[in-house]
Nanobody
Framework: QVQLVESGGGLVLAGASLRLSCAAS????????MAWFRQTLGKEREFVAS????????AYADSVKGRFTISRDNAKKSVYLQTNSAQPEDGALYFC??????????????????WGQGTQVTVSS
């Protein structure tokens, strides 16, 4: 089992950058595929980015491709999301998630077993 705690959210101006962090506790962090999702009020949680256990493979939603970068540090049991050129539509509650079973990089909400509480990102125009 793994516990996840996100941090790094806040209020930024459009075009600015923000780095979100997710710290994991528990054993064997490197056994988990990791991902970031986001959700705004009244909408379903949507996939943002995911990364394989080793960090060698990544996947992105089309809406963030080229602007966001997901990375991980297994020694620090952490996963990160660098958000560049933030836009107002990127404002959301961002969640970190972990998947222990898949041999590919999942992008669906239902495929993730563990979730953090979220960190709020607000982008002002």
């Amino acid at each position: 089992q793994v516990q996840l705690v996100e941090s790094g959210g806040g209020l930024v101006l459009a075009g600015a950058s923000l780095r979100l962090s997710c710290a994991a506790s528990g054993r064997l962090f490197s056994n988990y595929n990791m991902a970031w999702f986001r959700q705004t009020l009244g909408k379903e949680r949507e996939f943002v980015a995911s990364i394989s256990r080793s960090g060698g493979s990544v996947a992105y939603a089309d809406s963030v491709k080229g602007r966001f970068t997901i990375s991980r540090d297994n020694a620090k049991k952490s996963v990160y999301l660098q958000t560049n050129s933030a836009q107002p539509e990127d404002g959301a509650l961002y969640f970190c998630a972990a998947n222990s079973k898949a041999f590919y990089i999942p992008t669906a909400t239902r495929e993730y077993d563990y979730w953090g509480q979220g960190t709020q990102v607000t982008v002002s125009s």
